[in-house]
């Protein structure tokens, strides 16, 4: 019970109500005074009434305000997580040129091909250090890590093995960024 409400019935009760003959004017009064007290009460009862209503809105408005927070969080963390996702994702074509240049390294100046491993060797690390991780590509075929887009028949290999790696495959945390492309055996 609120404390209005207690105050308004202490004051009611405090009223007294004499058991003795009372004449016309005071029962008159006093029937005004009963009637005015039954109002108030009645008032007291409404906006007391109106009150919780308001609070429960508020906690209710609250809570909503907490969950959308953390939706909001969890949607913020989710989004920057794609986003390095995007950003790496586009930078692979250029890891693919330095393998490339690499393995053709033997027709180039030594100075140079130096120079060139050491630029990927950087590119790697700060990829690496952003989540992007290679697929392993060897031993038995995997079509939810592994394109395989040629085929051959292999004496003394069990088939679906891997015979080759035609382009990394890249991942980042249990994400697949691209597929390994690769050679299976029939």
Excluded: C
């Excluded at 950087?122 to 395989?148: C, Q, T, V, W, Y």
């Excluded at 028949?153 to 093995?161: D, K, L, N, R, Y």
């Amino acid at each position: 019970m609120s404390r209005n409400k207690r105050k308004a019935e202490e004051k009611a009760a405090e009223i007294p109500v004499e058991a003795t003959e009372e004449t016309p004017v005071e029962n008159e009064d006093m029937t005004k005074v009963q009637e005015e007290l039954k109002k108030l009460q009645e008032d007291l009862t409404k906006k007391q009434q109106e009150l919780d209503d308001t609070i429960r809105l508020l906690q209710r408005n609250q809570a909503d305000f907490e969950n959308f927070r953390r939706r909001n969080n969890s949607v913020r963390a989710e989004s920057y997580e794609n986003g390095r996702r995007d950003a790496v994702a586009e930078l692979l074509p250029s890891l693919d040129d330095f393998d490339r240049i690499i393995a053709n390294a033997d027709k180039a100046d030594e100075a140079w091909v130096e120079g060139v491993k050491l630029v990927y060797r950087k590119l790697n690390d700060e990829l690496k250090k952003l989540g992007l991780s290679e697929i392993e590509a060897d031993g038995r075929f995997d079509p939810n890590l592994h394109n395989a887009v040629l085929s051959e028949q292999a004496e003394g290999v069990e088939s679906e093995t891997i015979l080759a790696v035609l382009q990394k495959g890249y991942k980042m945390g249990d994400k697949i960024l691209r597929h390994s492309m690769v050679k299976v055996a029939e």
